[in-house]
């Protein structure tokens, strides 16, 4: 947020209080299946993987395990297709190696 701060601060702010502070602060879903939701979506649109990575981050430390975020990129393959689904999958190594590394 920092680097998006330095030329566009309100929309760093948005970033922010608009998910974080009106969605996933809604009562009809826990954070885990939130993380679940945001997961495929962003896998879904094939152009998000930096978002994905976080996410998939966020959605480790909200108690998802690897096997179950597997599971959702390999779902993608139906809906979303085969390269959205490979994508996927490679953000998800990358995000668990960063969290191996960070540990």
Request: glycine share 8%.
């Amino acid at each position: 947020m920092a680097s998006l701060a330095a030329i566009a601060p309100d929309f760093a702010r948005y970033v922010i209080e608009f998910p974080f502070g009106d969605i996933y602060a809604r009562p009809g879903l826990g954070l885990r299946e939130r993380e679940i939701a945001t997961i495929a979506a962003l896998a879904a649109m094939g152009n998000a993987r930096p978002q994905l990575e976080v996410h998939i981050q966020a959605g480790l430390n909200v108690g998802l395990t690897r096997e179950e975020i597997v599971e959702v990129l390999m779902q993608m393959a139906v809906y979303a297709g085969f390269p959205a689904a490979l994508n996927g999958l490679f953000a998800a190594q990358a995000a668990f190696a960063e969290t191996e590394a960070g540990q």
